[in-house]
T-cell receptor, first 117, second 115 residues
């Protein structure tokens, strides 16, 4: 389809529990990006993938956060032992493959709101 | 860090043109100017992008100065549904390498369209 599907829409976890978020990119898109929006207007880049390979992980916290994009599966972002400060909306975006000149904009999903209590 | 500067907020009357400015004085030759907006807490929505020529699509027009140090997004006939935070983003071409091929968001401009 032509939308990036993120699940679940809302996720509540107790401190210390694991959280797993999913993102199905648009079919045919090769790049996937994860962003964290903690405060209104403040987006933080986490990680990007080119197909199943990590493309850029410069924004990924060293501990507790991991992500994967495996063939024929939604991409996932996992947070081990969640903390209160992980509460945020997590957005996923996908982008066409390299050299595609029809459109360069990313398409974002509607996000997963993670609340850690 | 974001490479752009935008006013934190602007108002516009419904039906009038909304002109949103953006400064990107350190832009380099292979960097594009992108505009996105976020309505309420939805995912950011792509609006338009350009390199050095002015661009127009069904949503908006993008005017880039000749020296490329600033640009203006124009919504020709703003409606109430255009109320959103608008982000001006500078992004390198994919060929420049992995860590440059991502959108770095600043704080954006909250555009409020008034009836």
């Amino acid at each position: 389809g032509e939308e990036v599907a993120q699940t679940p829409k809302h996720l509540v976890r107790g401190e210390g529990q694991k959280a797993k978020l999913y993102c199905a990119p648009i079919k045919g898109h090769s790049y996937v990006f994860w962003y964290q929006q903690v405060l209104k207007n403040e987006f933080k880049f986490l990680i990007s993938f080119q197909n199943e390979n990590v493309f850029d992980e410069t924004g990924m916290p060293k501990e507790r956060f991991s992500a994967k994009c495996l063939p024929n599966s939604p991409c996932s972002l996992e947070i081990q032992a969640t903390k209160l400060e992980d509460s945020a909306v997590y957005f996923c975006a996908s982008s066409p493959r390299r050299g595609d000149r029809t459109r360069y904009g990313y398409t974002f999903g509607s996000g997963t709101r993670l609340t850690v209590v | 860090d974001a490479k752009t500067t935008q006013p934190p907020s602007m108002d516009c009357a419904e039906g009038r043109a909304a002109n949103l400015p953006c400064n990107h004085s350190t832009i380099s030759g292979n960097e594009y100017v992108y505009w996105y907006r976020q309505i309420h807490s939805q995912g950011p929505q792509y609006i338009i992008h350009g390199l050095k020529n002015n661009e127009t699509n069904e949503m908006a027009s993008l005017i880039i100065t000749e020296d490329r140090k600033s640009s203006t997004l124009i919504l020709p006939h703003a409606t109430l549904r255009d109320t959103a935070v608008y982000y001006c983003i500078v992004r390198a071409a994919l060929q420049s390498g992995g860590s440059n091929y991502k959108l770095t968001f600043g704080k954006g401009t909250l555009l409020t369209v008034n009836p």
